[in-house]
């Protein structure tokens, strides 16, 4: 599936909303396009003093509630079609959850594991120069996604500070803590998402022990694992881009963690001890696509868009799918997981502790203050809990699923705000 599907995925989601709702059709037609679209070709000096050109995207979807958010991701296949879809989705996702942001997301085209710390550096300045006009922490603001971290976040804070001429971290989240950043943001995205699957497990599952599995073990996917952990389930397989590892004991998620910051890949888990060790004493590899057809009750996709379409929908064994991922699941494959009866807790309500904390973190910068990890984590479950309550009992008033709920509670408030900026 290519990236024009995947827009062409989440923009059958958003006319669908438009459709049952019947409000005005300036909203719709306006939310069709992305406000503004920047497309920058810049130079960057990497080692043996080669210059390379890198092209990079940052897309402003919308700002009806408020300055744009949304992350930037570094991968050889970012594209333009990809990153809009991206920004389309931040406009719901920040509208269900009530935050005063528009939707707005960025991308460079690059294989970051091709290049040295330093040059990633270079890179990422130079991609902040090139984009600077466009950005500003009460116009458009970023964050972590695929491939980027606190410490890109970090310089694109101060490479944006210096060409201003003044101290401005808010123009990024999802910074160093002792880098005007906030304690839990790191974990936000994965800790969020368990929060939301605990919730509604009582409700869709009653069993006490769910199989759970993970489809990408990174930054969501690991903090999601811990979270539950924590909390007393099993996590059952989890995969990277290149494998999975399956153990019936559960999966001892730290040593996992730490096998793949050594930069190892579970396709590689085939000999020593801690492949036994991550198994609880014993351990299966399998691909990417056995983990999503195996045979577990809750799959958890937090990996990329596009992973369940209409070509393996049929093979989901799991009674309950959470979309970490922006995405993962295409608007055909939606249509036949409902009708085998499989609940899907969607990306838009499931993934947003990132934006929830990010949120925070830049109240906190607006006003040179510092909150505290139990203040942050005690703020993040009281939100995440009320935006599902609100999700699940309009899905049960109106009886549609939780997608659609969640749409929909999403557009009454972008309406409620864009009827005054039209
Ligand atoms: P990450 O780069 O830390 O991790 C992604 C993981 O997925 C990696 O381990 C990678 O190897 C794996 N992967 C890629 N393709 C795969 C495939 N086909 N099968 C199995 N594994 C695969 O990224 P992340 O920050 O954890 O983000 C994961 C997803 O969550 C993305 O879709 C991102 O947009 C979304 N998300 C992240 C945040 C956040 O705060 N990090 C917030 C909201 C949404």
């Not at 710390?117 to 300045?125: A, Y």
């Not at 990417?288 to 369940?308: G, H, S």
């Not at 479950?381 to 609100?390: D, P, V």
């Amino acid at each position: 599936m290519t990236s024009n599907e995947f827009l062409s995925s989440v923009m059958s989601f958003q006319e669908e909303a438009f459709d049952r709702k019947g409000f005005d059709e300036h909203i719709r037609n306006i939310l069709r396009e992305p406000k503004k679209v920047v497309e920058v070709s810049f130079p960057v000096r990497l080692r043996n003093n080669e210059i390379r050109v890198f092209k990079g995207f940052r897309v402003l979807h919308s700002n009806f509630l408020g300055p744009g958010k949304g992350g930037i991701r570094y991968a050889p296949y970012v594209n333009l079609q990809e990153i809009i879809a991206l920004a389309m989705l931040m406009t719901w996702k920040n509208a269900l959850h009530r935050l005063p942001y528009g939707g707005a997301k960025g991308g460079v085209i690059v294989n970051p594991r091709s290049l040295e710390e330093w040059e990633i550096e270079n890179l990422t300045r130079a991609f902040t120069r090139a984009i600077s006009e466009h950005i500003g922490s009460n116009k458009d603001i970023s964050a972590p996604d695929i491939n980027t971290d606190e410490k890109i976040m970090a310089w694109i804070a101060d490479e944006y500070s210096n060409i201003k001429g003044t101290f401005d971290p808010a123009v990024v989240t999802g910074k160093p803590v002792n880098f005007y950043g906030i304690e839990g943001r790191k974990e936000s995205t994965g800790y969020g998402a368990g929060m939301v699957l605990e919730y509604f497990l009582k409700k869709y599952l009653k069993k006490s022990k769910p199989r759970i599995a993970v489809q990408g073990f990174g930054n969501a996917g690991y903090y999601f694992s811990k979270y539950l952990v924590s909390k007393g389930y099993d996590i059952y397989a989890i995969s990277d881009s290149t494998a999975g590892i399956k153990s019936e004991n559960g999966i001892d998620i730290e040593h996992a963690k730490k096998y793949k910051d050594e930069r190892r890949y579970f396709k590689d888990c085939s000999r020593g001890d801690l492949c036994y060790i991550i198994g609880n004493g014993e351990y299966q590899i399998i691909d990417n696509e056995e983990l999503i057809k195996m045979d577990a009750d809750v799959l958890v996709l937090a990996a990329t868009e596009n992973q369940i379409t209409k070509n393996n929908a049929d093979e989901v064994k799991a009674k309950l799918i959470v979309e970490i991922a922006n995405g993962p699941v295409t608007y055909e494959a939606d249509k036949i997981l409902k009708e085998k009866g499989v609940v899907i807790l969607p990306d838009l309500l499931v993934n947003g502790g990132g934006v929830v904390v990010s949120y925070f973190e830049w109240l906190q910068n607006r006003e040179w203050k510092r909150w505290g990890r139990e203040k942050v984590m005690k703020k993040l479950y009281e939100h995440m809990i009320n935006t599902s309550k609100q999700v699940y009992e309009y899905s049960l008033k109106h009886n549609m699923d939780l997608r659609t709920a969640s749409y929909d509670l999403s557009l009454n408030y972008l309406w409620d705000v864009a009827k005054y900026r039209i």
